[in-house]
């Protein structure tokens, strides 16, 4: 786990005046990755590091030959299309280039004047995927989201036996995860008619969102190895916003016996930036066990991951409805949770994952699962926040939502926030719904 | 799909001699693709063709320049590593580039002399995934499999409501498939013991394998468009076959609610060569339900699927103990059955697979899931043969077996044969379980 340094220095401020503004989401103690073009171009894709509202073209940064030594190494694998080669070169590739940029982007840097031309708005980019994601997978961390939505679909039997000792996780679909503003029609499926035994086709009128944190991987391990619980976070190269759309009717038809399947895979948002772990350094909190619940299981325990395994980042959901862009109304927020609240941490993810041999690769993604809170308020979908359609979430216009119609938008945000530390942004990850393709 | 031609005349031989014997799995009436290296080099990796018990090296034939026109430039997506550019190019190029090699491989080409140098073993050839495998995707498709591990699962409830009506599915790990050959070692896992309420991690004691037919997906579908059930097979490179091995202890304690996912994802294995859907024109069955089931939703329901959706590939598990290869026993038989019992045909399989929108990618691949026959002795996992591990196996031996221990080989076959058509082989799907790593 990283220690603080001085690029954590809540004093540190950039020439690049817009990160210095408090309630921004990149200042220099941050510096995301993301891989962009420019806005309407057909250029190839690069990597680009964020700073206020601008952003470092690293490709330009690598030809400005501003970087020396491992840094300098590691600023060349972002020049190009994905971060993959970036991300399997691990911590010390990362922590170096994250290092040399915080210098050159500081107030009184020499390298300021040169930098210059490597720097553009964040508003004149398009983002693209920032890691050929080779598989995706997702758990489902938060108990309280686990307790609700089991309630609802198994009344007499909400947690089941296995969830305080196993990670619980299925595997996702890879290829159709896209980053933030792109918006997706409403899947069709199979829908059983309340009451019925024959199912009809139909577009989905349960479609949620799930507010969950996506974590990329860096460093892989080989097929049949497996990642002692103390070396984990080494192989994670750190975290976005992730939204695991959901379309609850066809969930409920067809997940048994073997999970999830088309009720997920239509879409997957995530937003463009990934914070690393060692900006996220300053917001680690202590990880336990509510009293009276079972320690993990040794493979599963270290005192680091008790220590400061968790990580406090605020989420945030926000909806906006066709009419209310229509009016200019900004996105309204419908429910705030925090990861901290997760029952496993990402090193629990991590290393259970490996235990049997499968192997990690640089640039696989994992989902948190919904990350709701212990309040009703808390919620991290539709499902919950409306006790499954049944107490429809009334808008400040008047209008009520119990899953998304088409027009509505939903924008995840997330950010870290404590006393004696800057904060520490996200960005967001949205989309809109479009009406099903007929 | 595909017409019979004269690539499938069972008159027709070639110039390679090893493939006009009887029971020779690479007639020259099949030409299935595969990508290799010399074994024991370094070489890059590139496609190649089967025929008899050599192969031609596709790099070196387009080298040779003896191709023109449009299976040329097919032959040219197959000199790389992998034969995702290949796939991607539609039916169209694999029609063109099989039907010119077939008529080069014929006796009395007069290409014959040319191609000799592009000519090698089968048995100096190391084999590696023949695709870059984005997302590989498990389906469900035996009723008697669903049947028989739903009555072990589930006794009151074996086969779910869901069944008749969905190609149920789930997402598998694509990371961790390998190409025949591949040993992996025993997964550790949680395992909770009998009549036991907290787990215990070891080894898992009830290792066992999965008799499927692979599917790799040759073009795909954009994010957001749908594959009409007439225009599924268009989507299909070819088949292999695949052994999806299971821990069933492991599998039993973390399934619910979310689906296997340790218990599966540590190792699977694919045969090296893919069939493509052209050479098993001959080998197609009609398709249709047991009187007194559902007919399919209109979406899964297409005249050709019924007339000649079922394809007849006849399936093998053979076991090989440590103590047989000792002494040089062959692997024994075990399990027989056939493709054509499955209850979904490929095409139920890609078309619900994209009715959401979800994008297939080339080189995708999915599983049939267990292919169990309707008779006991063609169940296609030990799981089922042993009733649950409490019917032991007896080997010709006197050996016993309830599921896999260390140094058993599994290995897998399929062959296509009726009257008035030539054999079509598969190959086989072979792997040895290690010990675990501790």
């Not at 041999?357 to 640039?363: H, R």
Request: glycine fraction near 8%.
């Amino acid at each position: 786990m990283y220690a603080l340094d001085d690029t954590h220095d809540p004093a540190l401020e950039s020439w690049v005046e817009s990160a210095n503004r408090p309630c921004n989401d990149f200042p220099i103690q941050n510096l995301p990755f993301a891989v962009f073009r420019r806005a309407g171009s057909a250029e190839a894709p690069r990597g680009a590091v964020a700073i206020g509202e601008q952003m470092l073209d690293l490709r330009v940064v690598h030809e400005l030959r501003v970087l020396r030594g491992s840094a300098a190494d590691a600023l060349e694998a972002c020049t190009g299309s994905t971060l993959n080669a970036f991300m399997a070169m691990g911590a010390g590739a990362w922590s170096a280039l994250r290092k040399a940029l915080s210098a050159c982007l500081r107030r009184g840097s020499p390298a300021a004047s040169a930098l210059r031309a490597a720097l553009l708005d964040q508003a004149d980019a398009e983002f693209v995927l920032p890691a050929y994601i080779g598989d995706y997978t997702d758990f489902y961390t938060s108990i309280h989201h686990a307790t609700a939505v089991g309630r609802l679909f198994r009344p007499d039997n909400p947690l089941l036996p296995n969830y305080k000792w196993v990670p619980v996780a299925y595997h996702g679909r890879a290829s159709s995860i896209r980053v933030s503003e792109h918006s997706f029609a409403r899947p069709m499926g199979q829908i059983l008619p309340a009451g019925g035994v024959e199912p009809v086709v139909g577009p989905s009128a349960r479609l949620d969102y799930e507010l969950e944190v996506g974590i990329f991987i860096g460093a892989g391990n080989a097929l049949g190895t497996r990642v002692p619980i103390e070396r984990a976070e080494e192989h994670v190269f750190g975290l976005c916003l992730l939204n695991d759309w959901s379309a609850r009717d066809i969930q409920a038809w067809e997940y048994q016996p073997l999970g999830p399947f088309l009720a997920k895979n239509f879409a997957t948002t995530i937003s463009p930036w990934i914070v690393t772990l060692e900006a996220l350094a300053p917001f680690r909190v202590p990880w336990s066990r509510p009293a009276g619940d079972p320690q993990p299981l040794p493979y599963l325990d270290a005192p680091q991951v008790r220590a400061r395994g968790g990580i406090d980042v605020q989420l945030e959901v926000a909806l906006q409805t066709q009419a209310m862009r229509a009016r200019h109304d900004p996105p309204h927020t419908i429910a705030r949770s925090s990861f901290r609240h997760a029952y496993w941490t990402v090193a629990h993810m991590v290393t259970h994952h490996a235990m049997n041999g499968c192997n990690l690769e640089p640039g696989d993604l994992l989902g948190s699962g919904t990350q709701s809170g212990p309040a009703p308020e808390e919620a991290g979908s539709l499902l919950e926040l409306t006790a499954g359609g049944r107490q429809p979430l009334v808008l400040p216009d008047g209008d009520r939502r119990t899953f998304l119609l088409d027009g509505d938008r939903v924008v995840l945000r997330g950010w870290c926030e404590r006393d004696g530390a800057v904060r520490i942004g996200f960005g967001k990850a949205a989309a809109t719904v479009l009406p099903a393709a007929r």
